[in-house]
């Protein structure tokens, strides 16, 4: 099995920081991209940045400059830094890693269980 274990998350006024970790653990072969998406209250989930193996990185729109994405390949860790957070950026963040699970298997989609970022204004 694979498990994806986030942390970091919490509560910070408009402005502030906060970093996000993920971990993958278990059984994995290879990693190709790993990312981070999120979800607001009555909103669909959406893309917030991902990163490859070869550390090609892209972001969402709302978010570029204020945050980012960097990824230890030997610890199978992504962090991601958000900084000058807006309230608008509150929701339920995922990390996400699509990944082989041994040599034999298809490429899949893994998720965490969600940690909550909230903003205050």
């Known amino acids: 099995q694979v498990q994806l274990v986030e942390s970091g998350g919490g509560l910070v006024q408009a402005g502030g920081s906060l970093r996000l970790s993920c971990a993958a653990s278990?059984?994995?072969?290879?990693?190709?991209?790993m990312g981070w998406y999120r979800q607001a209250p009555g909103k669909q989930r959406e893309l917030v940045t991902k990163?490859?193996?070869?550390?090609?990185?892209n972001y969402a729109d709302s978010v570029k400059g204020r945050f980012t994405i960097s990824r230890d390949n030997a610890k199978n860790t992504v962090w991601l830094q958000m900084n000058s957070l807006k309230p608008e950026d509150t929701a339920v963040y995922y990390c996400?890693?699509?990944?082989?699970?041994?040599?034999?298997?298809?490429?899949?989609?893994?998720w965490g269980q969600g940690t909550q970022v909230t903003v205050s204004s």
């Open positions: 996400n890693a699509e990944l082989q699970a041994s040599r034999w298997s298809y490429e899949r989609r893994y």
């Open positions: 278990g059984s994995i072969f290879s990693i190709n991209a």
């Open positions: 990163i490859t193996s070869g550390g090609s990185s």
